[in-house]
């Protein structure tokens, strides 16, 4: 059984994010989103993926909608699934891929409509914001994939959001940059280094706009090749800062690369991160004229909490607002005042009661620990 999870919505009252819709349903949602908005003159785009029940991805794509391209998703599949260029050893996901969207899709809805686009009564500002070839990006994925990457964005770590906003902003001026989707395409199948190539040639033309710079910057940073970033931005704040908030990272990986960054380009801001990953609390909190983001805010709300502060904790908490320490720090208060209690009883039992009071105490402890 196939499903379809809908992303990047640009109207989420009419297409959900983020929920699994089952094939058939699919293709019907689209076709009356497409015709409302063929009625209401609008026009707005959605990525979307189509997965089996165990979260297998057979194909990524964008449907605009209002854009008259396609009258349902069925029929953009039908057209664009064929022409992919895949690895034998895919041919055959391919073929399921293409056998089940015919199974599932009911018949009233294959049928294929003639539309002479010359009578369309749209705005040609608005046809004009999406192009032929961007509204037919497709990627098909190996049966390996998962769905997760839906949340971690671009499996090779690029910013997805950045991308994003790059090509929303080439959509808002009424044209796109048919090499940036190229070669975002080009990446997602697997071959990043020529996204990357090509950002580099745009940087030698100083043609990189701010987001496109800040996905070279990572990729950069993800490489080791600390002097390169820096040269994108001399900002080297802003740089370690990137670095600090790449979700692509493992802490571990985080901490070592950190390290080395400060020993080139050594900053507060770095020395207070490391101490955060080597678990020195104190040392971070002594650490004086730091860029305090979102991010370190709720690091430095854990190192108070951790350290016992807890009044502290909540105050720097009003600075980010994170629910799961807040959660934290009401459990930290919860066993604290569990610990104290016991510990009153202590001095006034004896024997097995002692034993048990004593077992429940360094439980307790341990799970504050755990915190």
């Known amino acids: ?22 094939f058939s349903d699919a293709v019907v949602l689209t076709e009356n989103v497409e015709r409302e908005c063929r009625k209401e003159k609008q026009l707005f785009q959605a990525e979307f993926q189509i997965t089996d ?9 964008i449907f605009a909608f209002g854009s008259y391209d396609y009258q349902n998703i069925y029929h ?22 293409l056998e089940q969207i015919e199974k599932l899709t009911p018949a009233a809805y294959k049928e294929i409509e003639f539309v002479d686009k010359t009578f ?5 500002t608005n046809i004009s914001r999406f192009k032929k070839w961007q509204r ?30 790059e090509l929303a902003k080439e959509i808002e001026k009424g044209e796109i940059n048919k090499q940036l989707i190229e070669h975002y395409e080009s990446a997602l199948q697997g071959n990043k280094e020529s996204y990357f190539t090509y950002l580099e040639s745009l940087n030698k033309e100083n043609k990189l706009t701010e987001n496109q710079q800040v996905l070279l910057i990572n990729e950069y ?22 670095l600090l908030a790449n979700k692509g990272l493992s802490d571990a990986i985080k901490k070592d690369k950190i390290a080395t960054f400060n020993e080139l380009y050594p900053t507060n801001e770095a020395r207070f991160d490391l101490a955060y990953f080597e678990k020195n609390y104190e040392l971070l909190l ?28 909540k105050k720097e908490l009003n600075n980010n607002s994170n629910s799961a320490l807040s959660e934290k720090i009401v459990r930290y208060e919860i066993l604290a005042a569990e610990i104290k209690t016991l510990q009153t009883r202590l001095p006034l039992v004896s024997g097995e009661e002692k034993n048990e009071i004593s077992k429940q105490i360094a439980a307790k402890e341990q799970e504050i620990a755990k915190l």
Request: proline share 2%; net charge negative.
């Open 1 to 22: 059984m196939l499903q379809v999870v809908f992303y990047n919505s640009a109207n989420t009252e009419k297409v959900e994010n983020f929920k699994h819709i089952p």
């Open 53 to 61: 029940l165990n979260g297998n991805v057979y194909y990524r794509g």
């Open 76 to 97: 953009q599949l039908h057209e664009t699934a064929p022409k992919i260029k895949v690895p034998k050893d895919k041919e055959h996901e391919r073929q399921f891929l």
């Open 120 to 124: 369309i009564n749209l705005e040609k």
């Open 136 to 165: 037919s990006v497709f990627y098909l994925l190996g049966s390996g994939a998962s769905i997760g990457c839906l949340a971690l964005g671009f499996m090779f770590n690029m910013q997805q959001d950045s991308f994003n906003n």
């Open 221 to 242: 940073l993800v490489a080791g090749a600390f002097d390169k970033a820096v040269s994108l931005n001399d900002d080297v704040i802003y740089v370690e800062t990137l």
């Open 286 to 313: 002594n650490v004086e004229n730091v860029n305090m983001t979102v991010q370190r805010s709720e690091m430095k709300t854990y190192a108070y909490l951790k350290l016992g502060k807890v009044e502290e904790a």
